[in-house]
């Protein structure tokens, strides 16, 4: 579902350039959970913001369901998103004036969708995350972890084949962390999606099929993991 051959990202240009990503290889099933971690700095973000059809890369190859970022116009981007990605930020990032129902019903609008339709799939995201009695409530009704499980149904609205994650349990604690985790690799295993989450959240590393690690922009340790 994922393959990167070789990429490199560079910020800035001329003298000025600096090289993040250095000939970065990593392929992800469809169906596979990947945790992605490493030092501050090393350029998780980065990579994930790549996938996640946010910044171009500056060489090599990425394919997302066998399409070629590499070389793609910026303009393009933002539909290759709404086409293949759902992102789940480490604030919930919920619009704070729509209900829970609202904000998972809006990228399904932004795709097309009638409202009819838009509403019976939002419904069923929700409860599938185990919100069934908060469609209407606003964000600042909900805690933290039910924030955040709004934020998932939000990504997994239109059910895009790639789930991508920054971080998605450090403004949780502990216990909210491993349900929000939890609710995610189910739904991910169920629905057959594609995820990457980067972490330093060592707690949540077991939900991972496999774990990657990067340093100074280069992988240096790919493991799959022993309780899968
Ligand atoms: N927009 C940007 N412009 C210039 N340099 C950046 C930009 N974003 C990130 N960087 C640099 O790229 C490197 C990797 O950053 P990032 O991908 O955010 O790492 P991580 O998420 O692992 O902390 C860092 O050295 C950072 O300073
Ligand atoms: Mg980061």
């Known amino acids: 579902m994922i393959e990167v051959r070789k990429l490199r990202k560079a910020y800035g240009g001329g003298a000025l350039a600096q090289t993040v990503l250095h000939d970065v290889d990593l392929s992800v099933r469809s169906g596979e959970v990947l945790m992605l971690v490493g030092p501050s700095g090393s350029g998780k973000t980065t990579l994930l913001s790549i996938l996640g059809c946010v910044l171009t890369p500056s060489g090599g190859s990425v394919q997302l369901a066998g399409h070629e970022l590499m070389g793609v116009p ?14 789940i930020f480490q604030s919930h990032n919920l619009l704070p004036s729509l209900s829970a129902l ?10 097309g969708w ?30 933290g972890g039910q924030a955040q499980r709004v934020a998932i149904a939000r990504a997994l609205a239109g059910r895009p084949p790639i ?8 403004a949780l604690d502990a216990h909210t ?24 959240d060592n707690r949540i590393f077991k939900f991972g099929d496999r774990i990657v690690r990067i340093e100074d922009g280069r992988i240096t340790e790919d ?6």
């Open 223 to 228: 493991t799959a993991h022993a309780n899968a």
């Open 102 to 111: 609202d904000n998972v019903r809006l990228p399904l609008l932004l795709r």
């Open 114 to 143: 009638s409202s009819g339709r838009a509403t019976a799939e939002s419904t069923e995201l929700l409860e599938s995350v185990g919100l069934r009695d908060k469609l209407v409530c606003l964000p600042s009704q909900l805690s």
């Open 177 to 200: 962390g491993q349900g929000v985790m939890e609710t995610l690799t189910r739904l991910a295993h169920e629905g057959g999606h594609t995820v990457v989450v980067v972490t330093h």
């Open 163 to 170: 789930i991508l994650a920054d971080e998605p349990t450090a």
């Open 74 to 87: 910026e303009a393009s981007l933002p539909m290759m998103r709404l086409r293949y990605i759902g992102f």
